[in-house]
């Protein structure tokens, strides 16, 4: 999650195995999910994505996430969303439970950065809402 005060947004880019990828979306749409580099597949991941990752302020404000694409690298896949933000970064809560509902000891780690300040946030099945602030 890096601030481009530029565009007054924070880029999100989430980087996911693709077989553990392919094995999520298979399970949420009930058909065999393999993933390319082609936009058909960005319906799915969007899906997907928006079920698993959130944002909101410390008045509990959600904030609008909008999905950018995805591409394949190696044997991942790299998922890019853009989160307008105008305002002051005060913190705020986030989900981030991609692939947690398949194994129980999934570990995503989220790093925040705004304006020089950098800082890692570790989510698991128990925790997969916290507050983020820097």
């Known amino acids: 999650m890096v601030y481009n005060p530029k565009e007054h947004l924070f880029e999100l880019s989430i ?5 553990d990828l392919e094995k999520a979306l298979s399970a949420t749409s009930g058909t065999k999910v393999r993933l390319s580099n082609e936009k058909k597949d960005d319906p799915l991941l969007e899906k997907y994505v928006r079920e698993h990752v959130a944002y909101m302020t410390p008045q ?5 996430l ?4 995805h591409e394949e690298e190696a044997d991942a896949n790299w998922i890019y969303l853009e989160m307008p933000y105008a305002e002051r970064f005060r913190g705020g809560v986030m989900k981030q439970n ?3 509902d398949l ?16 800082k890692t946030f570790v989510f ?4 997969p809402v916290q507050n983020v602030s820097l």
């Open 15 to 19: 980087r996911v195995f693709t077989d």
């Open 60 to 64: 509990r404000q959600p904030k609008a």
């Open 66 to 69: 909008s999905y950018v694409g």
């Open 98 to 100: 991609i692939l947690m």
């Open 103 to 118: 194994f129980d000891d999934q570990v995503n780690m989220v790093n925040v950065q705004y304006q020089g300040q950098k």
């Open 124 to 127: 698991r099945r128990t925790m």
